[in-house]
């Protein structure tokens, strides 16, 4: 539950540090005063929107902490562990909004997103405002408080989420359809082209060598005749020869008697050059003996070469890039037959989705079935006794006529009323005048708020529109939600306030130079003053506040 409140320079709030119990807290006290500037600045600390007008005149920053005491929330234990944010002692919730418009929130001293805020605010405490009976005027508020009531919110998280799962399989699939005939055909054009190549079947290098070869065959005559005239110049020449002269030249200077050592370095060249030639000779021998001039091994050559060339031709790329253009087909084929296997996964995914909706959505349609008669039932004993007797309420399941996947359940929620004896029970959006949705809405809040797993509920002025004999039963009801936790509620009844287990008055105090909001914990005394306040004005009176003590004696006793 809420144990404490810090606000400091919030609004016309200056310093504020409130200590709240358990029961029922009436927040009472002048218009203006300042009554739901705290309950705003408590909306703060758990995710509302902020802008840097919020921020006291004159103060760099608002400056908002409220700590709760989670002994009987597991939910919040379990949700600050998860995050390790988890300490011991109270939970505390802060948020910092600068004069600039900036804002931070921290959990228990960490800095976090407002999202993580608003997550953790809706385990802690829950806020009925005096205007939340205008939203009861959507079908969506409908099927939200009935399946709170059902104690089905997390079976109806599941039920939507089956149902967006399924609705974006259906897309997927129906995409992938709709490229059907486009990828048939580009699937038949891919297969032949990879044909192709694969039948081509070019290894690696063999462009470079058949190119190689083809050059060497057609240059034969030439190529022959040259080894032939190089061989016949080094040592065939009967005029002289390269090798004959090497010989002679080496004979004449080994004939010399003590030759100095550059003659023997030039002798031992001369041989070397001498076994050069020779071996160089020997390879020309031996190309000439095992070369060839094969015309059908060239016309075989070029016949290769060609349907090479033209392949490369029909890519519009280099013959060399012909590899690398097989392995880019074959990659698109295979993203295409992924695309088959997708089709065919996604439609068991598709059918997996629709079993997994309509089990969760057949669970949640019978827990909103025994729901909606009880909550039925119990809304409707409440209208009697806030001043509608002989009203009728009535919650219409209305079956979905699509077969779709409907993230909202099977069927559509809808709130019936008839707030006279006599008058058909109609939509509630129709039916219903202002004063009387305000009565309904209240009934409504108390009835569901009794289910709620929320330990602090906060009541701003939903009293609104009541008085006489209602308003007394309206505080006896809060009250009696007040003693299973936490109620806050801020009234301007005093039939209401005289219910509560404590009393906080909220007041202006006025100095030099501004004006700021206080809180007081009222005594027993003050507490009667005030409530007598509420009930004659300004100037008590002894029978005011003697009406005023027999509130307060009733509600206790």
């Not at 005149?57 to 929330?73: M, R, Y």
């Not at 240059?219 to 002269?245: M, P, T």
């Not at 016949?303 to 097989?326: F, G, N």
């Not at 003053?529 to 100037?539: N, P, Q, S, W």
């Amino acid at each position: 539950m809420l144990v404490h409140l810090s606000v400091h320079n919030y609004a016309i709030v200056e310093h504020l540090d409130l200590e709240l119990d358990r029961g029922m807290s009436v927040i009472s006290g002048e218009t203006g005063a300042g009554k739901s500037i705290m309950l705003d600045a408590l909306g703060l600390t758990l995710g509302d929107r902020a802008d840097s007008g919020v921020v006291r005149p004159g103060a760099d920053k608002a400056d908002i902490l409220a700590s709760f005491d989670l002994v009987d929330i597991p939910e919040a234990h379990t949700w600050l562990a998860e995050r390790d944010l988890a300490t011991e002692g109270p939970c505390i919730l802060r948020r910092v909004i600068t004069a600039e418009g900036r804002s931070r929130g921290y959990i228990n001293g960490t800095p976090c997103p407002l999202g993580d805020l608003k997550a953790l605010g809706e385990l802690l405490i829950d806020i009925h405002s005096q205007h939340e009976h205008q939203s009861l005027l959507k079908v969506d508020t409908h099927r939200r408080l009935l399946d709170e009531y059902a104690g089905a919110q997390e079976l109806s998280r599941q039920v939507n989420l089956a149902a967006q799962r399924w609705k974006q399989t259906r897309s997927e699939l129906e995409r992938l359809a709709s490229q059907g005939d486009e990828q048939r055909a580009r699937h038949q054009l891919l297969s032949y082209q990879l044909e192709e190549l694969e039948n081509l079947g070019l290894g690696d290098n063999e462009l470079e060598q058949l190119e190689q070869d083809h050059k060497a065959l057609t240059n034969a005559e030439g190529l022959l005749a040259a080894c032939r005239q190089v061989i016949e110049q080094c040592s065939e020449s009967d005029a002289g020869n390269v090798l004959s002269a090497l010989t002679s030249s080496l004979s004449r200077l080994s004939g010399v008697q003590g030759q100095p050592g550059p003659l023997n370095e030039a002798a031992n060249l001369l041989a070397s050059a001498q076994i050069q030639v020779e071996e160089a000779v020997g390879e020309l021998n031996r190309f000439l003996d095992h070369f060839e001039a094969d015309p059908q091994r060239q016309q075989q050559l070029e016949e290769r070469l060609d349907t090479i060339y033209t392949l490369a031709r029909k890519h519009r790329i280099h013959p060399s890039e012909l590899p690398a253009m097989q392995q880019q087909l074959f990659d698109e084929l295979e993203g295409l037959n992924a695309d088959d296997q997708a089709t065919e996964r996604l439609s068991e995914e598709l059918a997996a989705y629709r079993r997994h909706y309509q089990e969760k959505a057949a669970e949640l349609s019978t827990r909103r079935q025994k729901a909606a008669a009880k909550l039925s039932k119990a809304v409707e004993k409440e209208m009697q006794l806030l001043g509608m007797p002989g009203g009728r309420f009535s919650i219409q399941l209305q079956e979905n006529t699509s077969t779709d996947p409907n993230g909202n359940g099977l069927e559509q929620v809808e709130f019936l009323v008839s707030a006279n004896p006599g008058q058909p029970i109609k939509a509630l959006a129709k039916v219903a005048s202002g004063g009387e949705l305000s009565r309904i809405s209240l009934a409504i809040q108390v009835i569901t708020a009794q289910t709620s797993r929320v330990p602090t509920l906060v009541f701003d002025e939903v009293d609104v529109g009541i008085g006489g004999p209602t308003a007394e039963v309206v505080g006896q009801l809060l009250r009696r939600l007040g003693e299973r936790g936490q109620v806050l509620t801020v009234t301007h009844l005093p039939q209401v306030a005289a219910q509560g287990h404590q009393h906080l008055f909220v007041h202006k105090v006025r100095g030099n130079n501004a004006t700021r909001t206080a809180v007081s914990k009222l005594s027993d005394a003050q507490r009667v003053e005030e409530i007598a306040r509420m009930l004659g004005g300004i100037d008590l009176t002894e029978e005011s506040l003697a009406h005023a003590r027999k509130l307060v004696s009733n509600a206790q006793g």
